[in-house]
């Protein structure tokens, strides 16, 4: 089954339906073709149950994600749900499968805005069941009303910290520990860049505070070492670290009883479509990794807009601007927009966007890797959960003359699992840098292949009967 | 499979204060196990302090969900004899779900 529109959007957040809002207005027809059941995305996440005015009053996100779901629906534009996008083409040709199979789309344009990956650098007992992602935990918090195992530790970078936590105090769970790469300083030093937004600052204060008011430790400048327990978290391990967050050797350590974890060291971006596409990255450790190249309009190829985290991390407030931008530049480029009303609708989002740019860029450099976290990944972690590839064997790889991730990945499968490295690319690139003695530059970024997600076969095989199949004649006996 | 009344201190517990689905029972590698309409697999498994969906399938390590959006593929379970994501599968009313068995299927044909 193959479906034609204008436009195609890659990914239902609020980069995603912007961009679709926006391009639908001008009168093109849009296809938004997104994993989840209902838009929104990760931080504008749908609940999974029936939201009260009590729930609006509490949390922004929620009327946010509201409004943005209400504006979805009234564009016109259509919803592709629980469909995962698994190989685009130029010209243009994505795939999805989705719950009655396989479905192909045609379009004029396609817009990215997959968004973004939590990156976990590993420790000894990261993969204990009851160990979950801060992202994770966000979802299991918000959209499913649930707390993870209880006291839980909250341990990694980036305001999403204070959020869990004070979440979880919410929801009627415990907090054993806020462990925070870093330190006060650090925040304050972030503050000028956060004034931008004044509501959101302001509620992060809010966080840190009611964190304080709860007794909640706050463990600054420290980084989780081990996580211990035979089939369940019993106890985590905590230790102070350096400028570059490698744990301070001779540094007193503590341990902190705890039933659960949630840790999280940053984001980067999720752009394997616009690698398959073959758009050139750039490396940009302040936007989260590896980000494609595109123009101030979102263009970075014919036909292709970006937009959103996966363009580089920015916050949910720049993508929705971002998202936007793309929709406008693609309606411009098929014609549905003169260049003058183009310049005239662009010109106010444009500055909108560097404001919202302003806040995120300053969150996303708080949270951007320092290379002594991965370096101090002992031998016998595992990296790869998919494929049970611990650092030794990484760092075998890289004496054995392998100099770029794509030689790891042939030599050890690090990567090459069903997660398809979204899991595991970040240390291992980290790992990788570190035992060559050069950079993340250098060590390159996994080749994105498709599929892109997991796909069942008879998803893709569809229907058929044997006999309608070409099949080439015998070879003569 | 522990009843959901006692669940382990490990478990996931359900925040009372949020409206749900009617109770319905599925079954969990064969034991029934009382779940939420409508409410998220792994939300049900967790609350049930089942959180080791699955071995890894080379050293056997235990798993769970790590990312619980369908990226990590951790807590990856078969419903009704299908592989599924157990953080984007919903629970319904009957569903047979079987933990850990890719793992079981490999020992199966290496003990061949």
Known sequence: MTQSYDVIVLGGGPAGVRAAIAARRQGLTVAVIDEGRRPGGQVYRAPNFTVSAADLDANPDLVRGERLRADFAGSGAELFARHRAWFAAPGIKVSAAGPEGATWFESRALILATGTSERAIPVPGITLPGVIGLAAATVLLKAHGAVPGSPTLVAGVGPLLYAVATSILKHGGQVAAVVDLSRPGEWAAALPGMISRPDLLARGLGWMLSLKRAGIPIHHGSTVTAIRGDVNVQEVEICPVDGNWAPIAGARRKTIAAKGVAIGHGLTPASEFARILAIPHRFSAERGGWIPTLAPDRKAMDGVYIAGDCAGISGAAAAEIAGTLAGLSAARDLGALTDAKYAELALPVSRSLARAERFGWTISKLMSLRPGLARAIASDTVVCRCEDVARETIDDAAKAGATHVNQLKSLTRCGMGPCQGRSCGEAAAEIMAADTNTSREAVGAWTARTPLRPLPLDVLLGSYVYEDILKPPPLPA | ?112
């Open chain 2, 1 to 112: 499979m522990p009843e959901i009344s006692s669940p382990p201190p490990e478990a996931w517990r359900r925040d009372p204060h949020v409206a749900r689905g009617p109770l319905v029972q599925i079954l969990v590698d064969g034991l029934p196990l009382e779940a939420h309409d409508g409410e998220p697999l792994i939300v049900a498994l967790g609350a049930a302090g089942c959180l080791a969906m699955r071995r890894s399938p080379k050293a056997g390590t235990p798993r769970g969900a790590f990312c619980l959006m369908g990226s990590c593929q951790e807590c990856l379970v078969h419903v009704d004899g299908a592989p599924v994501e157990a953080c984007m599968e919903l629970v319904r009313s009957g569903m047979r779900v079987e933990l850990d068995r890719l793992a079981r299927d490999l020992r199966k044909l290496s003990e061949r």
